[in-house]
């Protein structure tokens, strides 16, 4: 007679814990269904916000503005050149304005000093009131020859040395803080090399 083989029954092994939390119980089907959702929506909201964000506008727009380098003899003939055409656009147009002359004096020094290259911060000062005379010429209105013109020159330089003095003044400041930024950054620069230094001689 055949014999029927018994086989032994095998267990089941537990089905692993489900990685959704489980519901406590007599809580709504709605906590267990917007458990998935925060957690997909928390790194979103825990993200940095970017950088350009924080900038103000003004320096957004400083930062996409022309930023040439010009050496001490580019920077004084870009400044000489530029309020001759301004002061001949100002005998034209206004009958030769001595305020508006200034006026326009005021940032053509603040960009002669911006522009001007860190070797030769120190010629922005100095370009700058050549570059108001040279200006000047078109407004002075002298009549009589050399002699006359450059008597109405020395004469507008005098009444209008108001506006010279400032413009000066603008360029001056904005070139001893772009030297002292430079020298701060010199120096950090040198105790990072220092330190770079002292961090790769073996011990002793």
């Not at 109405?152 to 400041?173: E, H, K, P």
Request: aromatic share 6%.
């Amino acid at each position: 007679m055949e014999q029927h083989r018994t086989r032994t029954p095998q267990r089941r092994q537990p089905s692993p814990p489900e990685q959704a939390p489980a519901v406590a119980a007599g809580g709504s089907g709605e906590s267990a269904a917007a458990y998935p959702v925060a957690v997909a929506v928390a790194p979103a909201v825990s993200r940095p916000r970017p950088r350009t964000g924080q900038v103000a506008p003004f320096v957004l727009a400083l930062r996409r503005f022309p930023n040439p380098r010009l050496t001490g003899i580019g920077a004084g003939l870009f400044a000489a050149a530029t309020m001759f055409l301004l002061g001949c656009l100002d005998q034209l147009l206004l009958d030769g304005s001595e305020v508006a002359y200034g006026v326009l004096f005021l940032p053509v020094s603040a960009l002669t000093a911006f522009w001007v290259r860190p070797a030769d911060l120190v010629t922005a000062p100095i370009g700058v009131p050549i570059a108001f005379a040279v200006g000047v010429i078109p407004i002075a209105g002298g009549t009589g020859g050399f002699g006359g013109q450059t008597m109405a020159v020395v004469t507008a330089l005098a009444v209008q040395a108001g506006w010279l003095y400032g413009g000066t003044l603008v360029a001056g400041l904005i070139a001893t803080v772009r030297k002292i930024r430079q020298m701060r950054e010199r120096r950090r620069h040198q105790a990072r090399v220092a330190a770079g230094q002292g961090a790769r001689r073996p011990r002793p």
